[in-house]
Every structure is written in structure tokens, then in C-alpha cells.
């Protein structure tokens, strides 16, 4: 290992880009707060480091400065990264990953320069060496004394935050994590084109396929394609005052555009099904006017990309009501109360 100044390796969090970029965010604002005290790499990011206009120049998503400190990762990362339109790593890439992070925590536990930190480990990956805390600020100065103290910190989990900063330094963490000019330029014309047909446009996230399968926490916010359209319905009458309303809808399953028929809807050229990849759905709600989803930070991240209010939809039947959309920095934050770190 090459390292001139302490090494945080951020291991791994939870979840798939959405929840990567809600943890990579708080790493940016805690380094930007701290400049040159620290060489990072966010080995939990590799996956998706060709999304982004930064990582895709350094798929080790070292930070701030491409450094050579573990320089065995530079050459794993291509290995490591998403190859197609999907979200999740293959099972070679996971049991790889998993075996590469059980190495960094092990590295991080045996010197005396070194340690391993766990922070509410919700894969409940207890064959990974570290001392175990439920949560992490990172704006404490006793935080920077823990990292500064130690040459080398293997530090993982997902309730690792840092909000006083990330809102003092959102602007600057809105440009380390802006998508690739690739996804770019295929969203924003076709943005451009509904601009031309609605004055409001309304971003709606449908999360379906994997809350299915999950437990009773996860399910409580899987709504079926019914839901939705009455949500959009009542969207629709209640912002009426805004002028032509117009709808972006994106989904992690195929929908029938049949049920939507009529109600200005337009498919975003991510959507499950369509060719268009993922983040191409992300970046076109976060070109809207206002985003409109379930328990998901896909959604919500699109919503602080692009500094636009959400509306959370969290229960059944609920009226859709415009005083409770939230600001872009408040949706962030609300998936850290709707309880038990359900995302």
C-alpha cells in the first residue's frame, strides 16, 4: 500500500445506486469539509463508476485526487463495474466483492496503524473483522480525530451521515455525482420535446420488482399500477393551476401504456423494458418540475440532482396534496425517519 496521508476505504453500504449515491454524497461533503487530510476510495461505488462523468475517468472512485494508495483495486475495478442497463452485479462480481471486502477489513484489523469500522451492517456481514457502532456522523470533530488518528480505516455500513455538510456543500456534491454526458444527451432532448407540450412536468417513480419479494417493511410501500394512476389523476387536478400538466413515468417493472391512456403519461426511455438505460429515467425526473414517488432513493436522488421539490407517496389511498411536497434536501433526509433504514 503507497499512502502519504490517512486512507478511508468506504467498503461497502446498502443497496444499488440510488442508496451508493445517498452514501457517496455524505463522503464528498465530509471531504470537501476536510480538504487534503484524507485519500478515499469508495470501493462500495466500482460497480457504477461508469455512470458518472467523474468515477468513469476513475473507475477506483478515488477522491478528491486519483491517488495510487491499494493500487491492487485500480485493476480489479474494471472487473468489478456493471456491464449493461442492469442494476445489480452479477453473482461472480458479488462473491468477488464480498471476498475483496472481507481482505480490506481484515488488512484494517491487524496493526496497530490501522482498524475497521462497521456502522450498522444491515447485509449483516458479521464474518467481516471490525468494531460494530449503529451510527456515524461525520460532521463531529471526534469523527475526524477517529480517521486522522490511524493511517488506514476500512470503514463500512450504511448509517454513516453527515447532513450540516452535505447541505453546506450540496452544490458541490451535485457536480462530483453528475451523470455522464452519454445519459445526458439522450434525456434532455427528449425532455425538451415535453417542454414544448405541458408547462409542469411531473416525474413519477414506480418501485415494484424487488419490494415483491422483500419483507413486511419493504412491502408496505409496494403500491400496484392502480394506486399510481390515481395518484396521477389527483396530481393532476390538484396542480391544474401550474397550466398543461404533463407526467414522466418511470418503473422497475414493464407497465401497460394502455392504463394510462389519456392522461398525458410519457414513458421515460429508461423504463423497465425499453431500450434506454436506468439513469437515462433518473436524470429525465430530475429535469422535471417536481418528482412524485414511493419509498425509493432512486427517486429522491433525481430530486436532489435537480434541485426540484418530491412528493412522497408512503400509504395507501393517501390525497395527494401540494403542501406536502418536500424541498430536494428534506426528501433526503426523510429516508432517515420513515423508520427501520427500510431503504
Given at each position: 500500500m503507497i499512502c502519504n496521508k490517512p486512507l478511508i476505504i468506504y467498503t461497502h453500504g446498502s443497496g444499488?445506486?440510488?442508496?451508493?449515491?445517498?452514501?457517496?454524497?455524505?463522503?464528498?461533503?465530509?471531504?470537501?469539509?476536510?480538504?487534503?487530510?484524507?485519500?478515499?476510495?469508495?470501493?462500495?461505488?466500482?460497480?457504477?463508476?461508469?455512470?458518472?462523468?467523474?468515477?468513469?475517468?476513475?473507475?477506483?472512485?478515488?477522491?478528491?485526487?486519483?491517488?495510487?494508495?491499494?493500487?491492487?483495486?485500480?485493476?480489479?475495478?474494471?472487473?468489478?463495474?456493471?456491464?449493461?442497463?442492469?442494476?445489480?452485479?452479477?453473482?461472480?462480481?458479488?462473491?468477488?466483492?464480498?471476498?475483496?471486502?472481507?481482505?480490506?477489513?481484515?488488512?484494517?484489523?491487524?496493526?496497530?496503524?490501522?482498524?475497521?469500522?462497521?456502522?450498522?451492517?444491515?447485509?449483516?456481514?458479521s464474518f467481516i473483522a471490525g468494531n460494530r457502532i449503529q451510527y456515524l456522523d461525520l460532521a463531529l470533530p471526534e469523527t475526524v480525530d477517529y480517521f486522522s488518528n490511524k493511517m488506514f480505516t476500512a470503514l463500512a455500513g450504511w448509517s454513516i451521515r453527515s447532513w450540516s455538510l452535505l447541505e453546506k456543500h450540496?452544490?458541490?456534491?451535485?457536480?462530483?455525482?453528475?451523470?455522464?454526458?452519454?445519459?445526458?444527451?439522450?434525456?434532455?432532448?427528449?425532455?425538451?420535446?415535453?417542454?414544448?407540450?405541458?408547462?409542469?412536468?411531473?416525474?413519477?417513480?414506480?418501485?415494484?420488482?424487488?419490494?415483491?419479494?422483500?419483507?413486511?417493511?419493504?412491502?408496505?410501500?409496494?403500491?400496484?399500477?392502480?394506486?399510481?394512476?390515481?395518484w396521477i389523476q389527483q396530481a393532476k387536478d390538484v396542480f391544474a393551476h401550474k397550466g398543461r400538466i404533463g407526467f414522466v413515468l418511470t418503473a422497475d417493472e414493464p407497465q401497460d401504456p394502455r392504463k394510462f391512456t389519456g392522461m398525458s403519461v410519457h414513458f421515460s426511455t429508461g423504463i423497465a423494458g425499453a431500450k434506454g438505460h436506468f439513469v437515462e429515467s433518473l436524470i429525465e425526473l430530475s429535469l422535471c418540475d417536481m418528482v412524485m414517488a414511493?419509498?425509493?432513493?432512486?427517486?429522491?436522488?433525481?430530486?436532489?440532482?435537480?434541485?426540484?421539490?418530491?412528493l412522497a407517496l408512503y400509504k395507501p389511498n393517501q390525497k395527494i396534496l401540494e403542501k406536502d411536497s418536500l424541498s430536494y434536501f428534506d426528501a433526503l433526509k426523510l429516508f432517515d425517519t420513515l423508520g427501520n433504514k427500510i431503504l
Open positions: 444499488r445506486l440510488g442508496n451508493q449515491l445517498f452514501s457517496y454524497a455524505h463522503f464528498i461533503a465530509f471531504l470537501s469539509e476536510n480538504p487534503e487530510k484524507y485519500n478515499f476510495i469508495n470501493f462500495g461505488f466500482i460497480p457504477y463508476s461508469r455512470l458518472l462523468k467523474n468515477t468513469s475517468e476513475n473507475l477506483c472512485c478515488t477522491y478528491p485526487t486519483e491517488h495510487n494508495s491499494f493500487l491492487p483495486l485500480k485493476y480489479l475495478a474494471p472487473i468489478l463495474e456493471v456491464k449493461s442497463s442492469l442494476k445489480l452485479v452479477s453473482n461472480s462480481q458479488e462473491k468477488l466483492i464480498v471476498n475483496i471486502t472481507r481482505l480490506i477489513h481484515g488488512y484494517g484489523s491487524i496493526s496497530p496503524q490501522c482498524q475497521s469500522l462497521i456502522v450498522n451492517d444491515i447485509y449483516n456481514w450540496k452544490h458541490f456534491v451535485q457536480e462530483a455525482l453528475a451523470f455522464h454526458p452519454r445519459y445526458i444527451n439522450i434525456a434532455q432532448p427528449f425532455i425538451d420535446n415535453l417542454r414544448q407540450k405541458y408547462d409542469f412536468l411531473i416525474g413519477v417513480a414506480i418501485r415494484q420488482g424487488d419490494y415483491r419479494s422483500s419483507g413486511e417493511v419493504y412491502k408496505r410501500f409496494l403500491f400496484e399500477v392502480d394506486q399510481y394512476i390515481d414511493s419509498g425509493t432513493t432512486f427517486a429522491a436522488w433525481s430530486a436532489f440532482a435537480g434541485n426540484i421539490p418530491f
